[in-house]
């Protein structure tokens, strides 16, 4: 079975621009989580989505940051503009809905900001 | 105080040695109990999942919960290189989506 699929894998861009990330859950999950990976802070939530609707935005770190989900099968974050700072690794999970369920990585974008 | 202690180590042993991993916590109140491995450039990857106190064990890998002391514990026997990795624990209460995550430990197998 396919697991959770990001891309992309490594995205090197200047100060300022649009930086998009994606995320295809695993078919039938009906939970999206997007995480960022630091040195410094770990892994941090982002974002939560059951059924397609954020349900918690309070990680995301500031009004440059969005995500969006479209449908059960895709979601965006997207960084504008980006910064030095924005550097990092950012994971999507997916799980099904339930206290019970866990999470499901994918292998993550390797975020670099010059 | 964090919430979820881990020891960042790396923490090096050699081949075949028994591996003693360990998250502390704070919160009470916490009743699911994960240990993930997470390889370079790679997510991390579900290892072990433990509901409330005790064992599981899974292969070569055992998970030991203690509510009373608040202490998690994953055990790696016979211990190979490629089991070489960071190892995270993450924790949550029943009701709550939200995963706390202990900062890692990096295990580094010695063949």
């Known amino acids: 079975d396919a697991g959770v699929i990001q891309s992309p894998r490594h995205e090197v861009t200047e100060m300022g621009q649009e930086v998009t990330l994606r995320c295809k859950p695993i078919?039938?999950?009906?939970?999206l989580f997007w995480y960022r990976q630091t040195m410094m802070r770990g892994l941090e939530l982002l974002i939560y989505f059951n059924n397609n609707v954020p349900i918690d935005d309070s990680g995301m770190p500031e009004d440059r940051f969005s995500a969006k989900m479209p449908n059960a099968s895709f979601s965006t974050l997207k960084i504008q503009p980006s910064e030095p700072r924005d550097s990092a690794v950012y994971f999507c999970a997916s799980s099904l809905i339930g206290s019970n369920q866990p999470q499901h990585f994918g292998d993550g974008t390797r975020l670099s900001i010059l | 105080q964090k919430e979820v202690e881990q020891d960042p180590g790396p923490l090096s042993v050699p081949e075949g040695a028994i591996v003693s991993l360990n998250c502390t916590y704070s919160n009470s109140a916490f009743q699911y109990f994960m240990w993930y491995r997470q390889y370079s450039r790679k997510g991390p990857e579900l290892l072990m999942y433990t509901y409330s106190s005790g064992n599981k064990e899974d292969g070569r890998f055992t998970a030991q919960v203690d509510k009373s002391s608040k202490y998690i514990s994953l055990f790696i026997r016979d211990s190979q290189p490629s089991d070489s990795a960071t190892y995270l624990c993450?924790?949550?209460?029943?009701?709550?989506?939200?995963?706390?995550w202990g900062a890692g430990t990096k295990l580094i197998i010695k063949p």
């Open positions: 993450a924790m949550r209460v029943g009701s709550n989506y939200q995963l706390i």
């Open positions: 078919s039938g999950h009906n939970s």
